[in-house]
């Protein structure tokens, strides 16, 4: 027997199940205990008091800070059949009372305010004169001068809330620091309150970091996998939202610019033609996003280094809150770091520089590390995060550890010719120099009379370029913030003197995107894209934004299952008795036509899709549990590389996770897989003796580069099981 708030869940909201924690909150709220609600961007914050408020028999009032955000819910909730209503500054006279009427004939269940609105003496006696059973604070950290958005309005929320003796409070943030969390708390004077603190991890959102090298060249390779799908590129400063926007026109993309910059009405429009899919992306400061409901945006790139690590989290929660797949692009440029290094040493304010000192390292120890990027996101919000492989991130679904080369010739090369150049020049003239130039640079500097002029001539520019920044990035060099001049560390000394090798990788490699898995079925193209316009078409004459009349997931889903009678088209995800009863005709019409001309059979959708973790009793084993299984039980390695139709390495990956959860293997084909001889083997579980088995490269460069990764790998599996 499902519950009363399962049961509105799917007519009203048409979705199958709760996302963690949904319904402990509504519970809670129907107990009347006040609640303070922690979920990340995207999470699903707003269904914790819409149910409530459906069930409860008086009105539910949500205090929210922006216009825009207001307005969105608004929309997103009479297109579910809900009677909810808007009061505040934005809206005409006869709107204004026509709401106002309907709140106090008790037609409205929900009343989204502005605070100010809601601290006027008319609405507030408005208020006391019908039942209030609930007293929502969305965007809660607008209360606390800790959070990013402090709003003075919000502070006095608290002194009307003794006019409400039957409603329970719920206050809902994103921001999770134990100040905001405290603030929210004495400030709404809550006792014996609830605390609801949801997974800050996002399971489709694919996180890449990849080191800036031609940032435009790099995001016109990028976009080209998200043909006419939206997405927002997050930019440092104005003038770079400007030019990015315009070369991003000039190659024939759908693109405006947001910043502060620019006025009121440009930036409202522009924000509004990308809600409207009216606009593919949009090209912002980070005065974008706030207020911004969109369901399906489909990636966002930040084109430079974003403020902090919380201010990263936010940006890219942004994307995918339908639930699909999202991909994140950080290009990470060490020059930016620099600049930035550079500009926090000017700072005054000691306690500002280390504040934003912290902020930086804790972004640029994100972005190098080679461990799963989840682990120091989660972490950052204070939740630990134990999984191996997430299978969402770059470093997790990598083909291992890259294989790096002894690059120490070309490094003393180059470290010699910065040093005979005085320490004076850039990359580029040292690259120049190296190459065997002429120019007339070159030439003035007398340059072309070094021992090092044209010794590099066996790489171009573009190499040079790449390895520069390797050099750069593992410390042997710093770069002038002011003037881009190269100089050396006392590492690269240690090189220069033949005293360290270099290890890195001659050949930039080329991007790839698109790896980790599509957090949906595969579905019909066209048929989506024919739903698609259909949805454009209807959203357009409703004047609303096209994900309000259905999410792409619910689209997806009629492109994966094909429904074709009443009963299949209910069961989609999103589609609850509002939407079919308005949209279910022209929708089913159209999958009819469609899979009558190309002789489609229904698919019938058994159990929901997963919506964010399978459920552990539905979840198949996982595939390096099995793979460990079959291998224990006398499958040859081998075997089970033609089994799986994987290389190597990705069978060695499977067995040490699988050896990571504890379990045993079988030892003896594991040596045998090795091409060492005893002796050089015996060196090897030497330096693991001494450096342990956790990381590969410390032990990789403790043989001096001398035995590939991939022996290292089985060589591993062997002594850890020996
Ligand atoms: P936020 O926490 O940022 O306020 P929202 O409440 O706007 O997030 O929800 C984000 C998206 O997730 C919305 O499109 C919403 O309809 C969807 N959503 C929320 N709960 C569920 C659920 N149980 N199943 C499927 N989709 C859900
Ligand atoms: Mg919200
Ligand atoms: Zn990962």
Partial sequence: MPTKAQAILKTVFGYDDFRPLQEEII???LQKVDALVIMPTGGGKSLCYQIPALIFEGLTVVVSPLISLMKDQVEQLVELGVNAVLLNSSLTQEEYSRNRNRVKNREAKLLYVAPETLLKPDILSLLTSIPVDCLTIDEAHCISEWGHDFRPEYRQIAGVRNRFPGAVCMALTATATPQVRKDICQNLH??????FIASFNRENLFIQVVP???ALGQTLDF??????QSGIIYCFSRKQVESLAESLHAQGYSVRPYHAGMSDEERKENQELFIRDNVQIIVATIAFGMGINKSNVRFVIHYDLPKSIESYYQEIGRAGRDGLRADCLLLFGIGDTQKIRYFIDQKEDPLQQQVAR????SLVDFAESRECRRRPLIRYFGEAYEEENCGMCDNCTSSGQKELEDITIPAQKFFSCIYRTGQLFGSAHIIEVLRGSESQKVIRHGHNNL????????FSAKQWGHLARQFIREGYLTKDPAYGSLKLTPKALEVLGSREKVFGALQEEALEYGRGKEVSEAYDKTLFELLRRQRKELADRANVPPYVIFSDKSLVEM????????????????????KFAKYGALFLNTIRRYCMEHQIKERPKQRPLPVSRPKPEAAPKPRHVEVGEAYNSGKTIRELMAAYEVKLPTILEHLYKFYQEGYKLRAEELQALSALPAEAQQKVFFVFDKLGTQRLRPVFEALGGQVAYEELHVLRL?????
Avoid at 358 to 361: A, R
Wanted: aromatic share 14%.
């Fill in 451 to 458: 021992p090092t002029h044209g010794v590099g001539r066996e």
């Fill in 212 to 214: 800036k090298s031609n």
């Fill in 190 to 195: 809550f006792q014996n309150h609830k605390e």
């Fill in 358 to 361: 912290f902020h930086l390292d």
């Fill in 559 to 578: 492109a994966s299952f094909y429904p074709q009678s009443v009963q299949s088209f209910m069961r989609m995800h999103g589609v609850g008795e509002a």
């Fill in 27 to 29: 519970r809670t709220a």
């Fill in 718 to 722: 062997y002594y850890l099981n020996r």
């Fill in 223 to 228: 976009l080209k996998k998200f043909s006419g």
